[in-house]
């Protein structure tokens, strides 16, 4: 009977657990990484900003370039957006050369001065033929008499660029010297580009924390013996800057070293024309909050606000909160896309912090009235 009575129960048991596993939602059981979306359970304060303490100027925009894509409409609802999220200048980094660049100046700069700032690329089609690296700094120079107020370089150098051998154009190539000394002689600040977060440059696998980003852009992966690792690129960069200390160089994206702020404070020390923008970092910036505070207040006047987008009062007012709140524990992917599946908690910068950062740098640097 005692033996019966424990079948009794064991069976009871199975039964149960049986039971409960087939109650659960059929996908919980196979879910995807890719399809894992976690909502907080967290209560915390939202602090809502509407306008920032100071007018704003972003150094780093996407407008577009050219008639076509610059409509009056297009350049209106720029203009809304910026007004209603307190921006007094938007830079353009599209603005190409030529009739584009030309385009481009008279639907933004020309039709609304003060508003917005356009910076002028260069063609790199045929640079490995000799004449290039001459033509291309008179083109320059053609740009910024124009009116273009300083030059916008891709993290396709470095990365994209090829010569007939397949080798990769390097950032510290001499062809590019001239191009760099040309920004320095006129007073023209280079915003560049290099490189990519430190996660791009490692293997898609179960350890890399932006995998879900790089699983929806498998081409900004940037592992493997095709290209060269993010510190060469970098250390290739820095060999430009210490070689032109007359051109002023804005290191896109924090640098692209917004992992490692020691490092980026070694640079800021030992290059004086180096300067950085937040644009698309507050991610990575606002998950270290306590370093990153002490990093903006002790480099307050080699900081620059920018956004990477179009102008988008939602990610610019995130943006507001994490530099003037100390609220917990919140989502970035308005400011830009999701980078990461961590959240980010305000660094309540001090005024003259802000101010610096919000406006008078860019000043500055972009030789504008004050």
């Given at each position: 009977?005692?033996?019966?009575?424990?079948?009794?129960?064991?069976?009871?048991?199975?039964?149960?657990?049986?039971?409960?596993?087939?109650?659960?939602?059929?996908?919980?059981?196979?879910?995807?990484?890719?399809d894992?979306?976690?909502?907080?359970?967290?209560?915390?304060?939202?602090?809502?900003?509407?306008?920032?303490?100071?007018?704003?100027?972003?150094?780093?925009?996407?407008?577009?370039g050219?008639?076509?894509?610059?409509?009056?409409?297009?350049?209106?609802?720029?203009?809304?957006?910026?007004?209603?999220?307190?921006?007094?200048?938007?830079?353009?980094l599209?603005?190409?050369?030529?009739?584009?660049?030309?385009?481009?100046l008279?639907?933004?700069?020309?039709?609304?001065p003060?508003?917005?700032?356009?910076?002028?690329?260069?063609?790199?089609?045929?640079?490995?033929?000799?004449?290039?690296?001459e033509?291309?700094?008179?083109?320059l120079?053609?740009s910024?008499?124009?009116?273009a107020?300083?030059?916008?370089?891709?993290k396709?150098?470095?990365?994209?660029?090829?010569?007939?051998?397949?080798?990769?154009?390097?950032?510290?190539?001499?062809?590019l010297?001239?191009?760099?000394?040309?920004?320095?002689?006129?007073?023209?600040?280079?915003?560049?580009?290099?490189?990519?977060?430190?996660?791009f440059?490692?293997?898609?696998?179960?350890?890399?924390?932006?995998?879900?980003?790089?699983?929806?852009?498998?081409?900004?992966?940037?592992?493997?013996?095709k290209?060269?690792?993010?510190?060469?690129?970098?250390?290739?960069?820095?060999?430009?800057?210490?070689?032109?200390?007359?051109?002023?160089?804005?290191?896109?994206?924090?640098?692209?070293?917004?992992?490692?702020?020691?490092?980026?404070?070694?640079?800021?020390d030992?290059?004086?024309?180096?300067?950085?923008?937040?644009?698309?970092?507050?991610?990575?910036?606002?998950?270290?909050?306590?370093s990153?505070?002490r990093?903006?207040?002790?480099?307050q006047?080699?900081?620059?606000?920018?956004?990477?987008?179009?102008?988008?009062?939602?990610?610019?007012?995130?943006?507001?909160?994490?530099?003037?709140?100390?609220?917990?524990?919140?989502?970035?992917?308005?400011?830009?896309h999701?980078?990461?599946?961590?959240?980010?908690?305000?660094?309540?910068?001090p005024?003259?912090?802000?101010?610096?950062?919000?406006?008078?740098n860019?000043?500055?640097?972009?030789g504008?009235?004050?």
């Amino acid at each position: 009977m005692q033996e019966f009575s424990i079948v009794i129960r064991v069976a009871i048991v199975v039964l149960l657990s049986t039971s409960w596993v087939h109650a659960q939602p059929e996908d919980i059981r196979d879910l995807k990484l890719r399809d894992w979306q976690p909502k907080s359970m967290l209560k915390t304060k939202r602090t809502q900003i509407h306008k920032p303490k100071f007018p704003v100027i972003d150094v780093h925009n996407h407008l577009g370039g050219g008639s076509q894509t610059l409509t009056p409409k297009r350049v209106a609802q720029y203009l809304q957006a910026m007004d209603d999220a307190g921006v007094q200048t938007v830079v353009n980094l599209d603005g190409g050369w030529d009739t584009r660049l030309q385009e481009t100046l008279a639907a933004l700069d020309q039709s609304h001065p003060g508003r917005f700032l356009t910076f002028a690329l260069i063609n790199f089609r045929g640079f490995h033929d000799d004449g290039w690296s001459e033509r291309e700094t008179k083109r320059l120079r053609a740009s910024f008499a124009n009116g273009a107020k300083g030059l916008k370089f891709h993290k396709s150098l470095g990365l994209s660029y090829r010569f007939v051998d397949g080798s990769l154009f390097p950032i510290d190539d001499p062809k590019l010297d001239p191009i760099w000394a040309l920004c320095g002689e006129l007073n023209k600040p280079v915003m560049i580009h290099t490189s990519d977060p430190a996660a791009f440059f490692t293997p898609l696998d179960r350890y890399n924390e932006r995998w879900h980003e790089l699983n929806s852009h498998p081409n900004w992966l940037f592992f493997g013996d095709k290209f060269p690792s993010r510190e060469e690129l970098l250390i290739q960069r820095n060999r430009v800057i210490e070689r032109h200390p007359k051109t002023t160089f804005i290191g896109a994206h924090f640098g692209n070293n917004p992992e490692d702020l020691a490092t980026v404070g070694k640079w800021l020390d030992a290059y004086p024309n180096f300067h950085v923008d937040i644009d698309a970092r507050i991610s990575e910036l606002g998950r270290q909050p306590y370093s990153a505070r002490r990093f903006f207040i002790k480099y307050q006047d080699r900081i620059l606000f920018g956004t990477d987008t179009t102008p988008n009062v939602a990610a610019y007012r995130l943006y507001y909160r994490f530099l003037e709140t100390d609220d917990e524990y919140f989502d970035t992917a308005e400011s830009h896309h999701r980078q990461g599946f961590w959240m980010i908690y305000g660094v309540f910068l001090p005024e003259q912090v802000l101010e610096k950062m919000y406006c008078t740098n860019a000043v500055r640097l972009l030789g504008l009235e004050p």
